[in-house]
């Protein structure tokens, strides 16, 4: 089983997660996780790339903290042969740290990073462009998740990245981080 994973977050050091998005690939089905959070503060670059204000996060998540949450993600990971991402170190890192505030830990997974796969370089939106992925990417957005979502929005990249994986074979290839 494989989970795709991606974040939105507070700034740039391990603050907080303020979006979290999961696929979860288990012999053809897809099962999606998209939770917002309540954070105490948004650094003003990242609400510049994600427009996620404190105020609105506090909306979305319906003031549900990661903490809160903590049993449905833990359980969404559970039993995951490969977690992969866009440049998931960053993701992992803030999950990590996330994780351990509640005191648990990833699973002992193997990590894929498909930014690291032959024939992708550079930013997410630019391989969504180059592989020309968008339109089934919002297709598969709106059928997991209920709604379409845009750029900077984690359920729209998660997707968009397991879409790329499979173009480009990362898991077969195996890019481990």
Known sequence: MIVFLDTETT?????????????????????????????????????????????????????KKFEDCIGDISEFLKGADIISGYNVPFDLRFLTTELERCRK???????????????VKGKLTAMIESYNIKEETERIVEELFGELSGAHDARFDTVATMILSDKVGAIKEGVLC
């Open 105 to 119: 830990f990833l699973p002992d997974t193997k990590i894929v990073d498909v930014m690291r796969a032959k024939g």
């Open 11 to 63: 700034g740039l050091c391990p603050g907080q997660i303020c979006q979290l998005a999961m696929v979860k690939v288990n012999n053809d089905k897809l099962t999606a996780y998209n939770q917002f959070f309540k954070v105490e503060y948004v650094d003003y670059r990242a609400e510049q790339v994600h427009g996620f204000s404190v105020d609105r996060l506090r909306f979305l998540s319906k003031g």
